[in-house]
């Protein structure tokens, strides 16, 4: 027997044109994190800022699968957790204290992805880290930071660290937990958590058939990458090339996250 997926009414015209358009990026991530088997049923999150001088954010209802988020279905809250429009959908706490701390300590943190894949999670429990020996991940590990695992993310004293070990950094790997992106746009925060998650998954496959045989890239090399794909370009990948691309996908699987 099958259950009808859970509708939410409309919101479209109850919000702004620029916060409608965030509200389907973000419902697009959140569908694009089940396609690619990133979810942990409903137990991690994606969260972003809802323009204005509010500083209100988007995050998921707790009670949703990803592949049944929808744009009207993402709850509005504050930085203290407290729901914008009064609807019964509840919000995971971790979510709120975790994306709250990132969304307060970066200005430019407009999208925060987080999430718990075995992949992530395996390299977040690596001594060493992301090690640079693919070409993925030496786009991504110069831009990665590290915060160390206190516990599941109920209190609100973590904020403060969080934010400082996040730092200047777009993506963090939180030890012993999973990793985070952010981005100033749903589609840059999407992409650097693509980038990420293929480095733990290649770096996963390599280690499994042992250290002896790993080539080590030629001295240089890391830091050569590190200059060729810089914020500039990233942002123009994500924004003008991987993103519509992406959404052109869901439109042509399952346009229902645009409701």
Known sequence: MTTALKLTPSLRDQVSQE???V???LAAAYRLVALYGWDDLI???LSAR????????LINPYDLMFEEITASSLVKIDHEGNKIVDRPAYVNRAGFVIHSAIHMGREDAHAVLHLHTPHGQAVSAMAEGLLPHTQTAMIAMHDVAYHDFEGIATELEERERLVADMGAKNAMILRNHGTLTVGESVA???????YLERACEAQVLMLSAGRDGLNT???GVAEKVEMQSGAAGMKKL?????WPALLRKLDRIDPSFRN
């Open 217 to 219: 890239p030629p001295q």
């Open 43 to 45: 137990f991690t999150h």
């Open 19 to 21: 916060e409608w358009a």
């Open 23 to 25: 509200r389907v990026d």
């Open 238 to 242: 994500a924004e003008r090339l991987a």
């Open 50 to 57: 809802v323009p204005g001088p509010e500083h209100h954010f």
């Open 188 to 194: 840059q925060a999407f992409l650097r958590m693509y």
